[in-house]
């Protein structure tokens, strides 16, 4: 199976700033990333897909690159509303889709 | 709009067995794979399985492989994930999600709790 790391785990962030998650696969999987947001108690939301694509209605300040193996999530000018736990997943080789074990946002 | 509406929290003893829904509206339910995906406490995703709702083949995750069964009831729009052999491990929120291709889960159902205690 393919194993996705993201870094950091959790990340101390201010309203404003700009922030950057990776994510690595233990092999490479092209495009085929996407990026989750989750919050409390709610199911993930699809936010990137093919690794650089911005789903409908996730704001602009949201962007996603890499290929292979390497990968970024970046958000800038950080609002409240973005104060989640982000998930990267793997769609290339399936079964099983996995995902990384996750980012932590919280308000400095 | 297209919706995925899930069963309600269920409490089950070790050793027992689980079945969660997922009734699907809005959209062509034949026309989309389904996904069950869990969650524990505290852990990220774990996926568990996929269905093609249009003939109902499955594949599961090796880790689940001989206690989960995925099916579908194209009459109703409802996926079925049974879980069997239950153990406090199992303890987690499941979720089914809709694949709108290459693996991207786009949909979302709500969520069902298990909760495995003696």
């Known amino acids: 199976d393919i194993q996705m790391t993201q870094s950091p785990s959790s990340l101390s962030v201010s309203i404003g700033d700009r922030v950057t998650i990776t994510c690595r696969a233990s092999?490479?999987?092209?495009?085929?990333l996407n990026w989750y947001q989750q919050k409390p108690g709610k199911a993930p939301k699809l936010l990137i897909y093919?690794?650089?694509s911005l789903q409908s209605g996730v704001p602009s300040r949201v962007s996603g690159s890499g290929s292979g193996t390497d990968f970024t999530l970046t958000i800038t000018n950080l609002q409240p509303e973005d104060f989640a736990t982000y998930y990267c997943q793997q769609s290339y080789s399936t079964p099983p889709n996995t995902f990384g074990q996750g980012t932590k946002l919280e308000i400095k | 709009q297209v919706q995925l509406v899930q069963s309600g929290a269920e409490v089950k003893k070790p050793g027992a067995s689980v079945k969660v829904s997922c009734e699907a509206s809005g959209y062509t339910f034949t026309s989309f794979y389904m996904h069950w995906v869990r969650q524990a406490p505290g852990q990220g995703p774990e996926w568990m399985a996929i269905?093609?709702?249009?003939?109902?083949?499955?594949t599961y995750a090796q880790k689940f492989q001989g206690r989960v069964t995925m099916t579908r009831d194209t009459s109703t729009s409802t996926v079925y994930m049974e879980l069997r052999s239950l153990r406090s491990e199992d303890t987690a929120v499941y979720y089914c999600?809709?694949?709108?291709?290459?693996?991207?889960?786009?949909?979302w159902g709500q969520g069902t709790l298990v909760t495995v205690s003696s």
């Open positions: 092999q490479s999987i092209s495009s085929y």
């Open positions: 269905i093609n709702p249009s003939d109902g083949s499955t």
């Open positions: 093919d690794a650089s």
């Open positions: 999600a809709r694949d709108r291709g290459r693996g991207q889960l786009d949909y």
